[in-house]
Each structure stands twice: as C-alpha cells, then as structure tokens.
C-alpha cells in the first residue's frame, strides 16, 4: 500500500501513526481523528441547530488526541460556547493548553457525574466497551458516540426512552464500499454513509495529497485542508444514525416519548 489510512483504536495504539511512521518511514499514513474532529465540531452545531444552544457541552475523553483536536476545532468555530471536558486526573493538564480554552466559559473535571448537567455528551475516550449508563446523563441529553468501540450501549435506551444517541458518521458522494462496516442493518443501508476516519484517506486521494496527511496532533492547518477539502468534494456530516437497528432518528421524536410516558 502506497497511503494508509488508520481507524478505531489503531491510532492510540501507534500513538496516533508515530510508531508506524518511524517503522515505514516512506509509507504515507493518515490517521483519520483529523477529519474526525472537524466532523464532531460541525455535528455539535446540527444537534444544537435541533436541540438549542444555550446548554453545555460535555466531552468525554477530552484530552486524548481527538478529544483535544474537536475542542480546537469547537473553540474556533463557538468560542463562548459552554465546554465541559472531562477526562482522568494525570490528563487534565493538557486540556487548557488547547488554543482557544477560556476558563471563563470551559471547565474541567474528573467527575463523570457532572455530564449530568450537559445537554449535549461527546463521547472520544479509547476506552474498551461502555463507560457511560443509563444515570449518568440528565434529561433528554443528545449523545453525539464516536468511539469505538462504543461508549454507550444500546440497552441504555430501554431504561431512557428520553436519551438519542447519534454515531459521528459521514457522508461520502458516490462512495460504494463492499466491505461490511456494522453500521447498519440491512432495512436501514445507505451505502455513502461511514465512518469519519475512511473519509480522511478518501478525501487525501481525491486531492492527490502525496505524503502523509496527519500523524501525531492534527495542525490547525491539517483541520483547514480537511475541512476545505470537504467542502470541495461534497463530503458533510451525516444525517442523525443512530445503531443500526434503529437507523436515521429524529432528534425531537424521543423527548416526547419522554412526555408521554409522564402524562
């Protein structure tokens, strides 16, 4: 392979492509959590377009590297918007080194049980399999998951019908890929729809980038390429999916479920 492109957990396990740069030095390498973040960045203003602005925004993993590169890319875009990032002790101190952070309007914490009070949750921790339950969030809270694997379960959802939990996916123009990604179920199936990460190397060949595109920290002017790059190749955020059982989703159909259930 002449450019790859990594995705899931394989970018904090290469320590976001350092090490499979080192070990190939001349093999150009993409990690995905560039466009990634420009993504979360975008589909948090669609949600807020759905749900109100005025709440806050909590990040969960918010100091790892794509954490860090979607609060970049949040602070440009909204930089009074309020933040709340939340991540282990020993990795608190990278967060106010973001470019944009403002105490004033973003706040830091350990505790997991302060995302109760956003309206919105962002999910980008590595961590393996569900962190996050059904009390961990406030009411009619909008969960925007892209990790991987997931950290929200499915069965989260029988014990709140008030909680929509969207993937961070892409659509991609005239994207036909025949391998199975898990992101639908066959009623449900929209073949130009994936994940962010395969948009990055997509996006790096359409523009016939030659070398690597990013490795390590993404730049404010890799995000700026990525994102200029979509624009020109028609590449945008997904509609809201949800799992693939349950497909698109209407952001407003399960807060009145809520309501009705309490009537």
């Known amino acids: 392979a002449g450019?790859?492109?990594?995705?899931?957990?394989?970018?904090?396990?290469s320590r976001?492509?350092?090490?499979?740069?080192?070990?190939?030095?001349?093999?150009a390498i993409t990690t995905g959590h560039g466009f990634t973040a420009v993504t979360i960045a975008q589909m948090v203003e669609d949600i807020e377009k759905e749900v109100g602005s005025e709440g806050v925004v909590a990040v969960m993993g918010a100091a790892g590297s794509t954490g860090?590169?979607?609060?970049?890319?949040?602070?440009?875009?909204?930089?009074?918007?309020r933040v709340?990032?939340?991540?282990?002790?020993?990795?608190?101190s990278k967060i106010p080194e973001i470019p944009g952070w403002n105490p004033t309007v973003h706040r830091l914490t350990t505790v997991k049980e302060e995302i109760k009070e956003a309206a919105i949750v962002v999910c980008v921790?590595?961590?393996?399999?569900?962190?996050?339950?059904?009390?961990?969030?406030?009411?009619?809270?909008?969960?925007?998951?892209?990790?991987?694997?997931?950290?929200?379960?499915?069965?989260?959802?029988?014990?709140?019908?008030?909680?929509r939990i969207v993937k961070c996916l892409t659509r991609i123009p005239g994207l036909h890929c025949p391998f199975e990604m898990g992101l639908f179920?066959?009623?449900?199936?929209?073949?130009?729809?994936?994940?962010?990460?395969?948009?990055?190397?997509?996006?790096?060949a359409a523009e016939r980038h030659p070398e690597s595109c990013v490795v390590g920290d993404p730049t404010d002017e890799q995000l700026e390429y990525l994102e200029h790059a979509a624009?020109?190749?028609?590449?945008?955020?997904?509609?809201?999916?949800?799992?693939?059982?349950?497909?698109?989703?209407?952001?407003?159909?399960?807060?009145?479920?809520?309501?009705?259930?309490?009537?």
């Open 16 to 27: 976001q492509g350092r090490l499979l740069k080192k070990a190939r030095p001349h093999m």
């Open 231 to 263: 624009q020109r190749h028609g590449v945008r955020p997904a509609e809201f999916f949800s799992f693939p059982s349950l497909g698109a989703i209407d952001l407003g159909a399960r807060r009145t479920t809520l309501q009705q259930t309490r009537v």
């Open 68 to 81: 860090r590169a979607a609060l970049r890319c949040m602070f440009r875009r909204s930089p009074r918007r």
């Open 185 to 204: 179920a066959a009623e449900h199936l929209d073949p130009e729809v994936n994940f962010t990460c395969l948009a990055e190397i997509i996006l790096s």
């Open 125 to 163: 921790t590595n961590a393996v399999g569900g962190i996050l339950q059904a009390d961990d969030f406030g009411e009619n809270t909008v969960i925007l998951d892209d990790a991987q694997p997931e950290n929200v379960d499915i069965s989260v959802l029988d014990t709140r019908p008030d909680l």
């Open 3 to 13: 450019f790859v492109s990594l995705g899931a957990l394989i970018p904090s396990i």
């Open 84 to 92: 709340l990032a939340v991540d282990l002790p020993q990795q608190m």
